[in-house]
């Protein structure tokens, strides 16, 4: 099986934005309680934070977390979540069914984002609640000083402003399951009004309207149309959420799931455009990817979880190999969009749905789809190539013409590196490739990572790394020209300097 590939330092699609290795935290089963935040941990710092979570999310290199939901925020007062412990609510949370203590709010967050050096994407509640507390949230989070809200902050321990720049305006609103769903009409009324309140309180923050929940629901890409009529001028980015699994064990049609994404991304680019139009607009809208990943695992095991308990397992998914061979592909086709999409969230980042899983009270570990993820943030940072590919195709229950070789290309002009993301969606055969790299002259192999394993299945748990990459991949470069061995079912990262 061969397939070719042509990659020209020219031919650039745009230069990445970073944001696209973003991640997310919600205040849901164990990402904040046990995950990030577990005092009493032997590596718990005098905050409670835990160290050894940091650390591998450090090793991600995550530019921007997305906080503090999800589902939760549209039911969140964000007032429960500042100011003295001891007077902090317990609330009922109705998104997830459980018992929200309220014991890590926004400061705290500010405090471990700084920490784990990254960026927060705050989202807002537009479910239950609307501009008056968006308004006071953002002053209390980026104003100096000199007000109500911005004084209480400082009362509050934190003298500087969060300066937070990334603003979602609620969560997933088109769904029936949100708390304070909405039309698209109404949704798009409240989202104009709110971000136009809260830019006059900071007109430097930048805004993400919600796009459709995910590809298949009834209403998009019309919400998208509708939502962008009312928001166009007021907002910067429409959001994008999917989720993929494979419960009938069909690894071909899943590893083929991308095709959709594609679609999906590309219908949300027309639809942004067509209102551009009918606007006649100057102004560009891009695409956030706030939320995607692979989920399914979990969802037996949560549907018989009894309601109203603090942090208790929710969204465990365990990854296999074949899911982060998924994940890889969901990456490869944000690089294929990096004109457009400007920022996405693997969600989540620790224990819910997430690369990062822990004990409570015990270790920390790096699940199947931690090395795909950390590949793309440590490696995919510079120019997207427009990566031109011939691969041979293959047909499955839901797509046709799937290209075995699913790759592309990064170029870093400021390291003079080039990387090359593929994966093989071939179950049983390797594919050689033959990659045209003449216009990276004088470029040697650096290194080629795979991820591989015989069974797709494979898991990885506490003190059990079996699906780990490992640097023996087979490739060579001679006369502008090189060729690799991709092995069947595999994630490779081909790195030339
Ligand atoms: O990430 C888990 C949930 O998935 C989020 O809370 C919600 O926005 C989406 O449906």
Redesign the pocket.
Known sequence: LKAKMVLDKEYKIAPIDNRIYGS?I?H?GRAVYGGIYEPGHPTADSNGFRRDVLELVKELNVPIVRYP????VSGYNWEDGVGPRESRPRRLEL?WRTIETNEVGTNEFADWAKLANTEVMMAVNLGTRGIDAARNLIEYCNIDGGTYWSDLRKAHGYKEPHRFKTWCLG??MD?PWQIGHKTADEYGRLAVETAKTMRQVDPSIELVACGS?HVGMPTFPQWEATVLEHTYEAVDYISL?Q?YGNPQNDAANFLARTMDMDRFIRTVIATCDFVKAKKRSKKTINLSFD?WNV?YHSHEADSKRDPWSIAPPQ?EDVYTFEDALLVGSMLITFLKHADRVKMACL??LVN??APIMTDNGGSAWRQTIFFPYMHASQFGRGYALNAVVASPVYDSKDYTDVPYLDATGVYNEESEELTIFAVNRHLSEPLALECDVRSFAGYEIVEHIVLEHDDLKAVNRAGEANVVPHTNGRSAISDGVLEASLARTSWNVIRLA
């Open positions: 997310f919600e849901l939901g999800g589902n939760f998104a969560n997933e769904g929940s959420h989720y939320e989920w969204l969600a989540q819910v749905i």
